[in-house]
């Protein structure tokens, strides 16, 4: 079960989806999460439902089961001093935290950055918030469907430029929770040379603005301001989704030797005006698109697909996500993982969407944790941090020597 990260402790503070789905890709590489939850309901995303699964009288949310695997959850009130005392045990031992409270919050529990500075010099801090920790907004509240309509990514998604259109995924927490996780290991690796940890910031309006990438360039280097302009490429045609007979299939035609494969097989003009070249064809894209659709009208998609891969086109299905999960190849990629839940018994959930060397599974361990019922690790957790102190000769004034006195106090 060791993986690359196996060393490595971190204590997941955050709620919802960006902080829990950064801990969840430190877990997936081996590290040892702890999730500590409130006692009263735990993570806000244990109630987004339905679908809820599982018995009556403690319903799972199927939210939840998707962000938290490979984790332990301990609960503990953080308001409460007992609380807070148990935080500053685990925060001393561990090597990440990830939070994504409001800038503000952790200070007033009593865990600034100065405090966690000197309650273990080695912690790496994650701080993910919703439109960044400073400047003029940064005390917003971040949601994901908020970022991806103030971050631009809905003005270039949808049928069109007058139907903004927000992601099927809170794609806005996914990469914020991406880019925290590449931000800790790179920070873990620096640790090994200074010897010291640090905070590294990233955020919902941060995350979508990274993947701009060619949209960006667009606006900032030639002056467009470009839109939405339904399942179609702004650069390269043909590249797009195209009706047949029983249903729709996408093609990339991504160079010029390319097209003239797919133009001479399916009958369209090569060297007309409008289709000469890439350039040409993006100029005149309606034009282009209507004749690739003639020509598309009167094959079943099993046999243009067929017939598109003899020629070398890049093209696929589109599939609902029933037939994404019964997909051979999916499952060959480890992407869907068998997991036992302390209620709901042996599950299927995705899984880890890395694979390291030649390995038959994805992730960094073996053997993937189920998501933790709330408060199913505390007391061993506890324990643990019981074991470590008495290895280490503390007794309680000890432990509590090693917390700040704001972190003692009762939060103002």
């Known amino acids: 079960m060791a993986g690359p990260l196996s060393d490595v402790v971190v204590v997941d503070l955050s709620r919802a989806l960006a902080g829990p789905h950064a801990a969840m890709m430190l877990g997936d590489m081996g590290a040892r999460v702890i999730k500590v939850e409130h006692p009263d309901g735990g993570d806000d995303s244990r109630g987004w439902g339905p679908p809820f699964v599982g018995p009556d009288e403690a319903p799972e949310a199927t939210y ?72 003029p907004e940064g005390m917003r509240a971040g949601y994901d469907q908020i970022a991806q309509g103030e971050g631009g990514l809905m003005s270039l998604t949808g049928a069109g430029p007058d139907e903004p259109t927000k992601l099927g995924v809170p794609i806005a927490d996914l990469l914020a929770g991406m880019y925290g996780a590449y931000g800790a290991v790179a920070a873990l690796h620096e640790r090994n040379t200074t010897g010291r940890g640090r905070t590294v910031r990233t955020s919902l309006l941060a995350a979508i603005v990274g993947v701009h990438a060619y949209q960006g360039t667009r606006h900032t280097v030639a002056g467009e301001v470009p839109r939405a302009q339904g399942n179609h490429h702004p650069s390269i045609c043909p590249y797009g989704t195209f009706h047949c007979v029983d249903g729709l299939v996408q093609i990339s035609v991504g160079s010029e030797g390319l097209w003239r494969r797919f133009a001479a097989e399916f009958g369209l003009p090569l060297d007309e005006p409008g289709f000469a070249s890439n350039a040409d064809r993006v100029r005149a894209m309606e034009r282009v698109i209507a004749a690739v659709e ?119």
């Open 294 to 412: 003639a020509a598309f009208a009167p094959w079943p998609v099993a046999e243009l697909l067929s017939r598109l891969a003899e020629i070398g086109v890049p093209a696929g299905e589109v599939k609902t996500l029933d037939q994404v999960y019964a997909w051979e190849q999916t499952r060959s990629q480890g992407l869907v993982v068998d997991v036992d839940h302390a209620s709901l018994g042996r599950i299927s959930i995705p899984g880890p969407p890395i694979r390291l060397d030649d390995q038959s599974y994805a992730g960094g361990r073996e053997t993937n944790l189920a998501p933790p019922t709330l408060g199913q690790h505390t007391a061993e957790v506890l324990a643990w941090l019981d074991r470590l102190d008495e290895r280490d000769g503390l007794d309680e004034r000890d432990r509590l020597d090693h917390l700040d006195g704001s972190v003692r106090a009762d939060p103002a």
């Open 64 to 135: 939840f089961l998707s962000c938290n695997r490979n984790k332990e959850s301990v609960v503990l009130d953080l308001k409460r001093p007992d609380g807070r005392q148990q935080l500053g045990r685990l925060l001393a031992r561990a090597d990440v935290l990830v939070e994504n409270f409001r800038p503000g919050v952790l200070d007033r529990l009593g865990f600034s950055q100065e405090t966690l500075a000197e309650l273990n010099p080695r912690l790496v801090v994650l701080s993910i918030t919703g439109f960044g920790h400073d400047g």
